[in-house]
Structures are given as structure tokens and as C-alpha cells.
């Protein structure tokens, strides 16, 4: 009996040390994160894997929220080694890195991009603005006989929100809470078409007066809760991280409209165009020179720890970060980023050279 629990010890310890190598063996980058990002990571993983002697990185959509969530549980080859994120990281997530013992941060700002309202081309282009957004898509709006008080949204087709938009029933696709362009919406968007309400951005302001902490961080939540919750009736519909999902589905309902990066609009120009928002077209200039309203910074984030443990990630960093590929005229534009001008982008450079860490 004592040999046979032995020898069941012994294949039990060897199988740990044979997985303990082989996680150790890891020889190539391990990408997760958002979805915004990722065909601009894809692109660079590929032409990385074959202009070097490195192994193609493996880069997997998850979403900011998610990857960020994966990169910070912890050191080592099992964890991945960078996660894009299509918004800055939260200073809460800083805190679930480090009590996992990820204190080394390197952030890596790689360019611009615009979130889009988009439907298929075979509708007629909206001309939106941010508050005709949040009162269509907000759990909660200002009650429309002019009180000062909240009620649950009543608007059921767009020219509820506003008589010049069409007879058409409030339907739009959109990211789940862990991506980063849901995240990036209700801030650019939604907030900024609440504020609008002047009732409403009195709160806000009071939250800034008040000397009183407990009180000013009540005011700042129910500012936050009024313009960030989003509608649960089925106007707003999850649909999931998948931009081409939502394509398909703007394709089979012209009425509908989605919510995605500018890049996305850019690779499906064919079928599917963006509504003009606070009288501006999202196009690659208008996101450029800042007159889009909606536009956002892009972003990965590299665990310094693991830049000598696993082959590649330096030399991965300095081809995302060069003027080829990054650069006013890089190969990632033709994907339809907005690139960094020269100062920035040079800036950024210095400071993935250098390791600089949060």
C-alpha cells in the first residue's frame, strides 16, 4: 500500500514539474484585451512573427474590462504579458494589479480613435446629437412634462427624443460593461448629453463645492448613476464584443443603429456609415484635428516583469511604437487608426525604451 501511494506521489510530482516546464518553456507573447484594439495588435503580431525570429504573439479579443482583469491576477508565464485597452487604465485596477503582486506597469499610448453610431448604408444617415443620445438610451431621464424630477424612459421611437429624427423605434446594438468602447461611451457621450440638462450638471457642480467629503462623493455617485445607467427595456441590446455580429445584425435591421470604433466603420465603409454627431461626420481628419466629438485614446499596457521572461516583447514593443507602423503615414492608419504626430510619438517611444512604469 505504501509503495502504491509512493509511486502515485512520485507520477503526481513529476506531471507537476513537466506542466511547471513546459509553462516555463512559454516562447511567445501572450495578448489579451480589448476588442478596438485588437486587429490593430493583430497586424502588428503578424508581420512581427514574420519579420523576425521571434513566434507570432497570440492576441485574443476579451474586451479592456476582461483583459485587464486577466493581466492583473498575477507574475508569470501563465498570465498574459500585455493587455490593449480602448480607455486608461482605472486606478482601481492598478490596485488589483499590485495586490496581486503586479506593481511593474509599462503604459503604451499608440493613437486615437473615434466611437461611431453607425447603421447600414441602405438607411438614411442620422444627424445626432450627445443629448438626444442619452435621453434614447438612458434608464432614467428628466421627466418630459418639465418637472425637476427623474422617470423611467418613456421614448420609444426617436422623434419621442427629438421631432426632427425619424418615426423609428429606438433599437441600438452596443458593447457589454467590460469593454472598453461601453466604457468610453457613457463617459463622451452619455455624460456629456446629460450635462445638457442644467439640473442635472448642477449636481455635478455641487459635488465639486461641497467641502464635505461623505457629501460631495453622494453627489458625484447620483450625478454618475442619472448619466451612466443605461436602459434595460430592450432599446439598448449586448451585443457582445463581436463587431461583426453587430454588422450582420445592422444589415438585417436597417433601423437599427451601433455603437463601434471608427476603424470597424473604416473596414466596413461598404455597409455600414456613420451618423453625424453634433453636426460632425466621424472621419479620419475629424477625429484627427478634434472636431468629432467623440474620439478616445487607445492603449496597451505591458507587465515589466515579464519583458525578459518571455522572448520577444522588447522587440515587440519597438515595432508597435515605430514610425512604420505607428508613424502619420504607418501601415496601421490603412487599418484606421489615428496615428500620434511625430513629438508624441516619439515621446511614447522614449518611454517604452526606457520602461517607465504607473
Known amino acids: 500500500m505504501k509503495k502504491l501511494i509512493t509511486t502515485v506521489a512520485m507520477i503526481a510530482a513529476t506531471s507537476a514539474i513537466s506542466m511547471q516546464a513546459q509553462a516555463q518553456s512559454r516562447d511567445y507573447i501572450n495578448i489579451v484585451g480589448s476588442s478596438t484594439v485588437y486587429p490593430f495588435s493583430t497586424v502588428v503580431a503578424e508581420r512581427f512573427g514574420k519579420a523576425t525570429q521571434f513566434k507570432t504573439p497570440k492576441v485574443e479579443s476579451t474586451g479592456s474590462g476582461g483583459g485587464i482583469k486577466l493581466f492583473c491576477q498575477g507574475v508569470g508565464v501563465q498570465f498574459p504579458d500585455i493587455t490593449n485597452a480602448s480607455r486608461a487604465i482605472k486606478s482601481s485596477e492598478v490596485e488589483m494589479c499590485k495586490e496581486n503582486g503586479v506593481t511593474g506597469i ?8 473615434g466611437i461611431v453610431i453607425g447603421n447600414s448604408s441602405r438607411a438614411k444617415q442620422l444627424d445626432l446629437s450627445r443629448k438626444d443620445l442619452f435621453l434614447a438610451l438612458a434608464k432614467e431621464v428628466p421627466d ?13 421611437v426617436w ?3 427629438n421631432p426632427s429624427l425619424p418615426n423609428t423605434k429606438i433599437e441600438v446594438l452596443g458593447p457589454p460593461p467590460t469593454s472598453g468602447t461601453r466604457d468610453a461611451f457613457v463617459e463622451l457621450v452619455m455624460e456629456e448629453g446629460c450635462k445638457e440638462i442644467d439640473w442635472i450638471a448642477d449636481i455635478k457642480k455641487q459635488s465639486k463645492a461641497e467641502s464635505d467629503k461623505a457629501k460631495s462623493k453622494k453627489l458625484k455617485n447620483k450625478f454618475k448613476s442619472i448619466c451612466h445607467t443605461v436602459r434595460e427595456d430592450g ?5 457582445g464584443e463581436n ?4 454588422v450582420q445584425k445592422l444589415n438585417a435591421n436597417p433601423n437599427a443603429l451601433g455603437i463601434f470604433g471608427f476603424s470597424f466603420l473604416d473596414q466596413n465603409i461598404d455597409q455600414i456609415q456613420g451618423s453625424a454627431i453634433d453636426g460632425q461626420d466621424p472621419t479620419f481628419e475629424s477625429i484627427a484635428d478634434g472636431s468629432y466629438p467623440v474620439s478616445r485614446p487607445l492603449y496597451f499596457y505591458v507587465k515589466k516583469a ?23 503615414e504607418g501601415y ?6 489615428i496615428p500620434l504626430n ?17
Open 306 to 328: 515579464h519583458v525578459d521572461m518571455i522572448p520577444g516583447i522588447r522587440e515587440y514593443l519597438a515595432e508597435f511604437t515605430s514610425k512604420k507602423a505607428a508613424g502619420e
Open 106 to 113: 509599462v503604459e503604451v499610448l499608440i493613437g486615437y480613435d
Open 144 to 156: 418630459p412634462q418639465g418637472s425637476e424630477k427623474l422617470v423611467e424612459n418613456p421614448y420609444k
Open 342 to 358: 511625430s513629438v508624441k510619438l516619439n515621446a511614447v517611444r522614449e518611454k517604452v525604451e526606457s520602461l517607465t512604469t504607473l
Open 235 to 239: 432599446a439598448f441590446v449586448e451585443a
Open 159 to 161: 422623434s419621442d427624443v
Open 243 to 246: 463587431d461583426n455580429l453587430i
Open 332 to 337: 496601421l492608419t490603412e487599418k484606421g487608426m
